[in-house]
């Protein structure tokens, strides 16, 4: 094996044209993402490195880019593998034929679930894919005090991975009100990571709040939902994380806030993808495409997918088509779909016209899952008592993860309040699975419309309890046993039957299968929902952030219904 001066050595010489390179990519389109340019020319690699740009480069193999656009791999900011519902090899699998070089992923989803055990998973599995998948150090694990996680991670366990190369920083502080009030353990775990990157969560923080905010050292959000708020946050120093995934998209609101002057402020993520959004509508590729429909420069849409999130997470080998930089370089038919044509890592051809050329080993095999452990349950854990006063009822709002509260009455019978089908107030409930304590936070939620039946799923951010929605208290049972019995996973039942189910054997939140069949199972998992009379397009994505007790306005945990803007737990009746 060569050595490291070795190879410099080698690309030196290459690069002079003392020696042939490896690869040369003749007559393409390069678009320049430091001065906004687009120059027709070669680009040279060898080595696995870009050692030219330019006219007249001659190289061992050549491939004719003539007519087609030669750009940068793309980067994603931030994004949670775990809401693909596959491991991070079977993930990267899946972004490669889209464009996406690199990945900066926040696994607090399975260090909820598993601590750092969790986290040696994601990055032993993720150790040698097609994309580079970099990890930051969960913080918020648990999220919060108002929820029952897995497992804690102090600042004193963290510190165990600020050694290894592929963590970049601490991941986003969701319990800003922490930060605000000084708690010493969100301080600690600040201070231990005050050199490296520090992502900020920070939905609807502004003024003073978020002057002290940012006085921490977090440096950006991808929470933000109205240019306000947004041009706020940029002005005081913050990344922009410009976020487009599955059920919180943001892009169209946000991307008229870009410019060229102020462009390097703002970069595209995807935080939470389903599988089927990634195998048919693509990545990055289609933030890219989305943001140039929207009006943005086309240059300016692929610095926003790779120069700028490399500056900030200081990856200064990659996100520019460059000598000196990694060969991580996609070829495409235009800047108008952005249809990729060919993708190269490192300077090999990995994938091309949407299918990979290499082979990803998977890390872990199918294993059986461990038990959730969950007390006893009957018809009576899902009735809820009550009915004196109005209710505080969770309303969804669509395409977005925040909620609104409404106060109104709501139907009772014999000292137990009813779901409504006619107003669309459903019985919503959160089932405590990591220590068997028998708690279930009971809620209600307008906004899904289903006419009869129960949803319920293991996948419940970030603690990852069981969380359900559903008519009557026997399809809630039904529904919630079937996800205990498969050892995690997600149900959908009614009439005394379940209608559809997947397991998710690892931590109750991914699972081994390739994703295309993790496609297909919630493709019926997804119709039987609507056969039950659900509106939501995507209802288990939307279930799943109903209990993260830090987005506004209402979530429910296991300890109850939770005002996220006093950040404590309240009476369901007001």
């Known amino acids: 094996m060569k050595s490291k001066v070795n190879i410099l050595r080698e690309r030196i010489r290459a690069a002079r044209g003392e020696i042939p390179p490896d690869l040369v990519l003749?007559?393409?389109?390069?678009?320049?993402?430091?001065?906004?340019?687009?120059?027709?020319?070669?680009?040279?690699?060898?080595?696995?490195?870009?050692?030219?740009?330019?006219?007249?480069?001659?190289?061992?193999?050549?491939?004719?880019?003539?007519?087609?656009?030669?750009?940068?791999?793309?980067?994603?900011?931030?994004?949670?593998?775990?809401?693909?519902?596959?491991?991070?090899?079977?993930?990267?699998?899946?972004?490669?034929?889209?464009g996406t070089a690199a990945i900066v992923a926040d696994p607090h989803e399975i260090a909820n679930v598993m601590g750092l055990d969790g986290v040696r998973l994601m990055l032993e599995d993720s150790r040698s894919t097609p994309v580079d998948v970099f990890f930051m150090a969960p913080s918020c694990v648990p999220a919060t005090h108002l929820e029952s996680s897995g497992a804690g991670l102090?600042?004193?366990?963290?510190?165990?991975?600020?050694?290894?190369?592929?963590?970049?920083?601490?991941?986003?502080?969701?319990?800003?009100?922490?930060?605000?009030?000084?708690?010493?353990?969100?301080?600690?775990?600040?201070?231990?990571?005050?050199?490296?990157?520090?992502?900020?969560?920070?939905?609807?923080?502004?003024?003073?709040?978020?002057?002290?905010?940012?006085?921490?050292?977090?440096?950006?959000?991808?929470?933000?939902?109205?240019?306000?708020?947004?041009?706020?946050?940029?002005?005081?120093?913050?990344?922009?994380?410009?976020?487009?995934?599955?059920?919180?998209?943001?892009?169209?609101?946000?991307?008229?806030?870009?410019?060229?002057?102020?462009?390097?402020?703002?970069?595209?993520?995807?935080?939470?993808?389903?599988?089927?959004?990634?195998?048919?509508?693509?990545?990055?590729?289609?933030?890219?495409?989305?943001?140039?429909?929207?009006?943005?420069?086309?240059?300016?849409?692929?610095?926003?997918?790779?120069?700028?999130?490399?500056?900030?997470?200081?990856?200064?080998?990659?996100?520019?088509?460059?000598?000196?930089?990694?060969?991580?370089?996609?070829?495409?038919?235009?800047?108008?779909?952005?249809?990729?044509?060919?993708?190269?890592?490192?300077?090999?051809?990995?994938?091309?016209?949407?299918?990979?050329?290499?082979?990803?080993?998977?890390?872990?095999?199918?294993?059986?899952?461990?038990?959730?452990?969950?007390?006893?349950?009957?018809?009576?854990?899902?009735?809820?008592?009550?009915?004196?006063?109005?209710?505080?009822?969770?309303?969804?709002?669509?395409?977005?993860?925040?909620?609104?509260?409404?106060?109104?009455?709501?139907?009772?019978?014999?000292?137990f309040v009813q779901a409504d089908v006619a107003s669309d107030i459903l019985r919503l409930a959160v089932v405590e699975r990591h220590h068997g304590t028998g708690r279930i936070g009971l809620g209600l939620v307008k906004g899904f419309g289903l006419k009869t039946g129960a949803l319920a799923s293991s996948v419940a951010h970030d603690s990852h309890n069981i969380i359900a929605v559903g008519v009557g208290e026997e399809d809630l049972l039904l529904a919630v046993r079937e996800v205990v019995n498969m050892g995690g996973g997600i149900s959908v039942a009614s009439g005394n039957r379940v209608l559809s189910s997947m397991p998710l054997e690892i931590g109750g939140l991914m699972t081994a299968t390739p994703i295309r069949e993790v496609a297909v199972r919630m493709e019926e998992l997804l119709r039987a929902a609507a056969s039950l009379g659900c509106t939501v397009p995507e209802p288990f994505m939307i279930l799943s952030f109903l209990a993260l007790p830090v987005i506004p306005e209402s979530r429910l945990t296991d300890l109850g219904l939770v005002d996220v803007n006093r950040f404590e737990v309240v009476p369901l009746f007001a």
């Open 154 to 415: 102090p600042a004193s366990e963290l510190k165990s991975l600020m050694k290894q190369p592929r963590i970049l920083g601490l991941a986003e502080m969701m319990n800003y009100p922490g930060v605000l009030a000084g708690a010493d353990e969100v301080l600690e775990k600040i201070v231990l990571f005050r050199d490296k990157v520090i992502d900020g969560h920070a939905p609807g923080l502004g003024g003073r709040d978020l002057q002290a905010y940012l006085t921490a050292g977090i440096r950006s959000d991808h929470e933000t939902t109205d240019r306000k708020s947004g041009m706020e946050k940029v002005s005081q120093g913050m990344m922009l994380m410009i976020r487009e995934g599955t059920s919180a998209r943001n892009l169209e609101e946000l991307v008229p806030l870009v410019s060229d002057r102020n462009f390097w402020r703002f970069c595209f993520v995807s935080d939470d993808l389903h599988p089927r959004d990634i195998l048919e509508r693509g990545h990055l590729n289609f933030m890219v495409r989305k943001a140039v429909q929207l009006g943005l420069d086309p240059v300016t849409a692929v610095r926003l997918a790779t120069i700028s999130p490399a500056t900030y997470f200081g990856l200064r080998d990659r996100g520019a088509v460059a000598p000196g930089y990694k060969a991580d370089i996609v070829v495409l038919e235009d800047l108008e779909r952005f249809y990729v044509h060919r993708v190269y890592k490192n300077g090999m051809l990995v994938a091309e016209d949407g299918n990979l050329c290499v082979g990803v080993s998977r890390k872990r095999k199918p294993s059986e899952a461990e038990p959730l452990k969950v007390a006893g349950l009957s018809l009576e854990s899902f009735r809820i008592p009550g009915c004196a006063g109005n209710g505080r009822i969770i309303e969804l709002i669509p395409h977005q993860i925040v909620t609104r509260t409404r106060y109104e009455p709501v139907k009772c019978e014999n000292g």
């Open 26 to 98: 003749k007559s393409g389109k390069v678009v320049d993402v430091f001065c906004g340019e687009i120059r027709e020319g070669d680009v040279a690699v060898h080595q696995g490195g870009i050692v030219g740009v330019g006219p007249g480069y001659s190289g061992r193999k050549e491939v004719d880019c003539r007519g087609r656009w030669i750009v940068p791999g793309f980067i994603d900011g931030h994004l949670h593998i775990e809401s693909s519902m596959v491991l991070p090899s079977g993930l990267a699998a899946a972004l490669a034929p889209w």
